[in-house]
Each structure stands twice: as C-alpha cells, then as structure tokens.
C-alpha cells in the first residue's frame, strides 16, 4: 500500500488552490469577484492561482461579457474533480494514522 503522503497532489499544496477547488466543488461554477471575495486574495495572486489550476486541466475558464464588464466564470473539469477527491483521500488516510 501506498504511503498518503505520495498520494498527495502538488497543485493543491497551496490553501488558495484548496479554497479555490473547495469552492468550485461546493457551486459547480463560480466567478473571479466572488471567489476572490470568498477566499480573500487579491486580483494578482487569484489570477495566478486560477492559471496553475487551468494548465493542470483541473478548472475550465469561460469569459463573457455582461453589458460592457468582461465577466470570467471558472467551473471545475472531471479531471479536476478526481484528482481533487484523490487529495482529499490522501489527506484523510494521514489525519486517520495519527491516531
């Protein structure tokens, strides 16, 4: 059997790809303005985040417009989900050996 630790994912070593993934799980879809409010980052570092989550095939980006204001909504691939649910696994088996 594997060791946990080796399951673990890279791309969510960061607590804002955690927010960011947690929260695209939890509404199937979201924008750059509420998630940025939501995991309390600014506009840069949400920006920078969301493209390590984009090139990895974890998230899908949809830009639009609504009037004139350019509108970017994120939603999470299946890919994206497996390998999440993977982490979260892995996350788990170590939290149950402590005891």
Do not use: W
Not at 60 to 65: I, R
Not at 67 to 81: D, E, F, L, M, Q
């Amino acid at each position: 059997m594997k060791n946990p630790i080796e399951q673990l994912n890279k791309v969510f070593d960061s607590r804002i790809r955690l927010g960011i993934m947690s929260a695209l799980i939890m509404n199937n879809r979201s924008n750059f303005n509420d998630l940025k409010e939501l995991i309390q980052v600014t506009d840069g570092n949400l920006a920078s985040h969301m493209k390590t989550l984009e090139e990895a095939g974890y998230i899908q980006v949809e830009k639009g417009f609504i009037g004139r204001k350019t509108n970017t909504t994120y939603a999470i691939t299946t890919s994206g989900k497996k390998a999440f649910k993977s982490h979260l696994d892995a996350l788990e088996k170590m939290i149950r050996s402590i005891d």
